[in-house]
């Protein structure tokens, strides 16, 4: 029997020895005021931050707090590959990792972990960590109503924008903008910025950079895309002042159309009338600037409406000029009826053809600036000596110049026109409107008795008869776009043997003198000055005696009403000629 009565077991824990081990890892925790990833001079340590040091497979190894002026070791460490993590936890929420690249003195990511590093013998591994406070970016996108690019307070913000950052060409960050047309992004490093605009395609950007940095608008359109200009981004600063500001285009449109019945209104059975030139001004305080032009055509969509125009155009004060075709197509009356989608537009208040003035502010529409034209009638006839008394211009028979004419109104007997012959005794009435007129002639001239009496229409017979009082031709009914050339006066006694060579008025020794020189002058008594301030009604002003010299002046000491002059020579038998008015 073999007894046992004792078993000892010695178990042996062998641990390395180290001999000398003087690997470290320390650095220091810094805040980076601008965010450069560089310990700057002046920039300050953060103390009583937990530092964690873990092998690169995660083991943790030891920790630490950083000391007063942010520095923070471990040391005794053997080789391997290790890495920090600071605990941004004991950091307020708005301290973010600095910039971090392999030439800047930041170590750490943005998860807060440093890359893992091999720790050699005798080697002190330095990692450094900044942080610092990110900028936010931003604000506004506002609807800029009245074009002036800058904010007003009655203008509102444009929700739902999409606003995309980009950095160096790349992507960074993207935010909406709310119902006020706010948008902020956070988080946003050092750098060069711009943001690019995605909206509704009606929104196009307004005037650019004016005034006001903080109220201004910083958009424009590049390449089809809208873009706002280049902005700076420094640490720890925040930019708040790029905004974008829109507007919409304002719309003019309407029909020019044939004003068939005459009753100026645009009645749905009229046509309108292609190939027609609208143009659209621009009033800029004391400038007018041409914006624009069009030519009618077919309204879209609707394929037997013709005559149709459309302009669109920035806000402000506007107003359309119509250019036809002929000047015999005259414009319609304004305004007639009470339905403004029929009125006509046209009231010449910007000159012939235009229409009044209109403001517009973004997103306007005035699509109801139609206007009628029609086509006038003109009168071109004669004033002739007829010498052999028959009453019938003959071609050897010699005309009468600087005879005045007057159209009248057969209605109302108001004189609506005056014109005068010229050399060869031709007349002219253009642009008149349909209806039923005469012709005035001077009292002072005899005229031959016409072949027959009334309506008649033979070109070359006299038509004076005494209709409408002595020397008025019976009246005629005048229809669209007619031409008459049958109104000639034949003259058979009570010329003046006066022709008149040149009428002017110039300036001498600070004063204006009005001269006239004729190429004949015979039996003249006087010279009468006449006066006008619309060419219409006239006041005697002066007279000069005749001196049988053919030239004479007379000086217009008068004050400023009067805009028109002329001279009428009287024989001593009472019998007169006018001269042209100047």
Not at 91 to 100: A, G, M, S
């Amino acid at each position: 029997m073999i007894t046992l009565k004792h078993i000892i077991i010695t178990i042996l824990i062998l641990f390395p020895i180290q001999y000398g081990v003087t690997q470290s890892i320390e650095g220091k925790l810094w805040f980076d005021g601008d965010l450069n990833g560089m310990i700057d001079g002046g920039e300050q340590g953060i103390s009583n931050i937990p530092i964690f040091l873990l092998r690169c497979n995660g083991q943790f190894v030891g920790s630490t707090v950083t000391n007063a002026t942010g520095d923070y070791a471990f040391s005794n460490l053997n080789p391997d590959n290790y890495k920090i993590y600071v605990n941004k936890a004991f950091l307020p929420n708005v301290y973010k990792p600095t910039i971090y690249s392999t030439t800047t003195d930041n170590k750490i990511q943005l998860n807060s972990y440093s890359l893992c590093e091999m720790i050699s013998d005798d080697e002190t591994l330095v990692i450094n960590a900044g942080f610092g406070i990110l900028s936010t970016i931003g604000d506004y996108v506002w609807e800029d109503t009245n074009y002036n690019g800058v904010q007003d307070n009655n203008e509102s913000g444009i929700h739902g924008v999409v606003v995309s950052a980009y950095k160096d060409g790349v992507l960074i960050k993207q935010a909406t903008t709310n119902s006020s047309g706010e948008f902020y992004m956070t988080g946003m490093y050092p750098g060069s910025y711009s943001f690019k605009y995605t909206m509704d395609a009606t929104y196009i950007p307004t005037k650019y950079q004016v005034g006001n940095a903080n109220l201004n608008s910083d958009v424009s359109r590049i390449d089809e895309e809208i873009w706002s200009s280049t902005f700076s981004v420094t640490g720890g600063t925040n930019v708040y002042n790029i905004d974008a500001g829109f507007y919409r285009c304002a719309e003019f449109c309407g029909q020019i159309y044939n004003d068939a019945n005459l009753n100026n209104l645009f009645d749905g059975n009229e046509n309108g009338i292609n190939g027609v030139t609208v143009q659209i001004w621009n009033i800029d305080g004391q400038d007018t600037i041409f914006a624009g032009s069009v030519e009618t055509g077919l309204k879209p969509g609707f394929p037997s409406e013709d005559g149709y125009y459309r302009f669109c155009v920035a806000p402000g004060t506007y107003f359309l000029k119509v250019i036809m075709p002929s000047s015999e197509w005259l414009a319609g009356s304004p305004f007639v009826g009470n339905n403004p989608n029929k009125y006509n537009y046209i009231t010449h208040q910007n000159g012939i053809n235009t229409t009044n003035t209109f403001t517009v502010t973004s997103g306007d529409s005035h699509c109801n600036i139609n206007n009628g034209f029609y086509c006038s009638a003109t009168i071109y006839s004669y004033v002739w000596i007829d010498s052999n008394f028959d009453g019938y211009m003959g071609s050897n028979e010699a005309r009468v110049s600087n005879c005045d004419v007057r159209l009248c109104d057969a209605s109302t007997n108001a004189v609506l026109n005056l014109t005068y012959t010229n050399s060869n005794g031709l007349f002219v009435f253009d642009s008149i409107t349909p209806g039923n007129y005469y012709l005035r002639f001077p009292n002072s001239l005899d005229f031959t008795v016409p072949i027959v009496s009334g309506n008649f229409y033979n070109v070359n017979d006299s038509k004076v008869d005494g209709a409408f009082g002595y020397a008025t031709t019976p009246s005629y009914s005048f229809s669209l776009c007619q031409e008459v050339n049958y109104l000639s006066a034949g003259v058979v006694s009570g010329l003046l043997p006066v022709t008149w060579l040149s009428i002017e008025i110039f300036g001498r020794d600070g004063q204006n003198t009005l001269s006239w020189e004729l190429s004949e002058e015979k039996n003249v008594q006087k010279y009468t000055i006449l006066a006008s301030s619309e060419g219409i009604s006239w006041d005697e002003v002066g007279e000069v005696v005749s001196s049988n010299t053919k030239k004479y002046n007379f000086i217009l000491d008068l004050d400023n009403r009067y805009t028109f002059f002329k001279v009428v020579a009287i024989d001593f038998d009472g019998k007169m000629n006018t001269s042209p008015i100047v």
